[in-house]
């Protein structure tokens, strides 16, 4: 069977575009067709425009407008998410778009609704759970190797300086949790289902820093289970995981713990085996920030993949609204110190409505 052509056009050629960028050129062997790129940075957009040898825009609009596209890959920062999918969904295009969603519920809950509206297939840039090794945990969980797994710690603990590359860091009105939480979030969600309620300590161990650079995260999931999620930009660890994301999971027969290098020891019915669950570098990654490059590719690939085939992402836009609440929640609980209940979206039949639980 041919391969069905998916014409992507790029918008944002900043910091973390690049592995987009390389990601979409990789996959043209899949039918991914890199049509061009924007940034309102004319030398942003000019030199990614000369790199991967496609036209460059200044203005999405135009890009839009001229360019005959299946789908725009969205990876600038959530405060343009809104405007940007808006001018998508106006022109019908199925819309990647980087997390976090948006600034704030109601941005998110209004993309997500004008897409399902319009009918625009969307879906969030969530791609730690697409890295191979997250991967490899989910296959041993699917496999019923360690039971029922009823207990987990999820953490992202580095001192690895993110402020070079992603200055904006320092002024955020939040940090940790809405940048990097927010996969380890969509990790837990990924392992143990859904959330019935959050409890969240903050911390800002770093002066220079306006929000918070520490979570530690206590969840009680629907199905009993409770786990311990973390994250942090200031751990002084030896070594250093960075990018990785350590798990640790038990269940009713055995365990699964992940230690860095991607050595994953899985303990089933008494035995123990371990397994180192890397992937090789591709062509443009390289360490340490290969782990993260390589999550984005296998991303890009399996929306590559839906787009083909028409069906939704597994980190839909209505998917990922599950772990936005998570992040919500987790700031609320950390303020009023107390357990939290996620909001939740609900698409009613007919009308499309929001519901808030009540606290
Ligand atoms: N692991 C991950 O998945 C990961 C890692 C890093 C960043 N990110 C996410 O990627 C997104 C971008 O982060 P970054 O660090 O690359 O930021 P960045 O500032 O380096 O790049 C953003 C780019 O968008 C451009 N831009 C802004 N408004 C625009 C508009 N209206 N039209 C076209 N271009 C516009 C800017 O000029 C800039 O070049 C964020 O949402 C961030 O959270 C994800």
Not at 338 to 354: D, V, Y
Request: net charge negative; aromatic share 8%; charged share 25%.
């Amino acid at each position: 069977m041919a391969t069905v052509a998916i014409r992507i056009g790029v918008i944002g050629c900043g910091f973390y575009a690049q592995n987009h960028l390389h990601a979409w050129k990789e996959l043209a062997a899949d039918g991914a067709v890199l049509a061009a790129v924007c940034d309102v940075d004319p030398g942003k957009a000019e030199a990614a425009g000369r790199t991967f040898g496609v036209p460059f825009y200044t203005d999405a609009a135009a890009l839009l407008a001229t360019e005959r596209l299946d789908g725009v890959d969205i990876v600038t920062r959530h405060d343009t998410h809104r405007a940007l999918c808006e001018l998508a969904i106006a022109r019908g295009v199925a819309i990647i778009v980087q997390k976090p969603l948006a600034p704030n519920w109601d941005d998110c809950v209004a993309i997500v609704e004008a897409a399902a509206k319009a009918g625009v297939w969307l879906a969030v840039h969530e791609n730690f759970r697409f890295q191979t090794p997250m991967r490899h945990v989910r296959r041993v969980i699917d496999s019923g190797a360690i039971g029922t797994p009823n207990w987990a710690r999820v953490t992202f603990r580095t001192g690895f300086d993110v402020y070079l590359t992603q200055p904006y860091f320092y002024d955020e009105e939040r940090l940790a949790i809405a940048d990097v939480g927010i996969h380890v979030l969509d990790l837990a969600r990924f392992f143990l289902g859904e959330v019935e309620r959050i409890s969240c300590e903050t911390q800002r161990r770093n002066p220079k820093v306006r929000a918070e650079d520490t979570a530690t995260m206590l969840l009680r999931h629907r199905s009993g289970a409770v786990s311990v999620v973390e994250c942090t930009y200031e751990a002084r660890r030896d070594p250093d995981p960075f990018p990785e994301t350590l798990v640790e999971i038990e269940g009713d027969k055995g365990s699964i713990i992940v230690r860095p290098g991607s050595i994953m020891r899985v303990t089933s019915n008494g035995t123990t085996t371990e397994e180192d669950i890397g992937s090789p570098l591709r062509s443009w990654t390289s360490n340490p920030w290969h782990v993260a490059q390589e999550g984005a590719f296998m991303a890009c690939r399996h929306f590559l993949d839906c787009l083909q085939r028409g069906v939704p992402a597994e980190t839909s836009g209505k998917d990922n609204l599950k772990t936005y609440a998570l992040v919500d929640a987790a700031y609320r609980a950390a303020a009023e110190h107390r357990a939290i209940i996620p909001a939740q979206w609900k698409e009613n039949t007919g009308a499309l409505s929001m519901e808030r639980w009540a606290q």
